[in-house]
Nanobody, 119 residues
Framework: QVQLVESGGGSVQAGGSLRLSCAAS????????MGWIRQAPGKEREEVAI???????DYADSVKGRFTSSKDNADNTLYLQMNSLKPEDTAMYYC?????????????WGKGTLVTISS
């Protein structure tokens, strides 16, 4: 099992920045990819950023150029730096991990951290 715990959410004004963290523990060696998925009220889930085993990262078009995800392998922590935030970025952000390739659902989910952006 892998446990994922997010932190860093909060409320900021549009144009501001936030950095989310995700502490991973347990059998982290079993995961091939990690990332962030968000869900806003009344909207479908959106894959924000996925870091693959080869180190490449896929970003949603809606966040390209504004968000950057990184991973510290030394302490098994995933980060999401979010800049130039917009009200439409308001959502619950979930840290996710998968033992396969993150293409067909995620094996592990954190409980989420809420990000609220005011205009």
């Amino acid at each position: 099992q892998v446990q994922l715990v997010e932190s860093g959410g909060g409320s900021v004004q549009a144009g501001g920045s936030l950095r989310l963290s995700c502490a991973a523990s347990g059998y982290t060696y079993s995961t091939n990819c990690m990332g962030w998925i968000r869900q806003a009220p009344g909207k479908e889930r959106e894959e924000v950023a996925i870091i693959h085993s080869d180190g490449s990262t896929d970003y949603a078009d809606s966040v390209k150029g504004r968000f950057t995800s990184s991973k510290d392998n030394a302490d098994n922590t995933l980060y999401l730096q979010m800049n130039s935030l917009k009200p439409e970025d308001t959502a619950m952000y979930y840290c996710v991990a998968d033992t396969r390739n993150c293409l067909h659902g995620m094996d592990y989910w954190g409980k989420g951290t809420l990000v609220t952006i005011s205009s």
